[in-house]
Nanobody, 115 residues
Framework: QVQLVESGGGLVQAGGSLRLSCAAA?????????MNWYRQAPGRQRDLVAS???????YYADSVKGRFTISRGNSENTVYLQMNSLKPEDTGVYYC????????WGQGTQVTVSS
């Protein structure tokens, strides 16, 4: 069974940084799929934060442009989200997502930014 595992969340003060990681428990090659990071704040819907295509093109929500960077790791099964200059409004559960012909979601990792 293919699984996505996120890590790197935690509590950080405003202005701080975190790096989230997403890895496949199996050896699937992330590089051939669009990889995505979603965020769900308390009481809000789950929204797309960043994505990266197989060709390396990236997308960022307006709220995180210039602060977040999505990238692929050296291993084909890893994706990262570097989050800098964090703001309280960045607080939420961050999910790694890919469509492999079916929806594949990670378990989510909590990010809390205090002011």
């Amino acid at each position: 069974q293919v699984q996505l595992v996120e890590s790197g969340g935690g509590l950080v003060q405003a202005g701080g940084s975190l790096r989230l990681s997403c890895a496949a428990a199996s050896g699937i090659r992330f590089n051939i799929y669009v990889m995505n990071w979603y965020r769900q704040a308390p009481g809000r819907q789950r929204d797309l934060v960043a994505s990266i295509t197989s060709g390396g093109s990236t997308y960022y929500a307006d709220s995180v442009k210039g602060r977040f960077t999505i990238s692929r790791g050296n291993s084909e099964n890893t994706v990262y989200l570097q989050m800098n200059s964090l703001k309280p409004e960045d607080t939420g559960v961050y999910y790694c997502y890919a469509n492999l012909g079916y929806d594949l979601w990670g378990q989510g990792t909590q990010v809390t930014v205090s002011s």
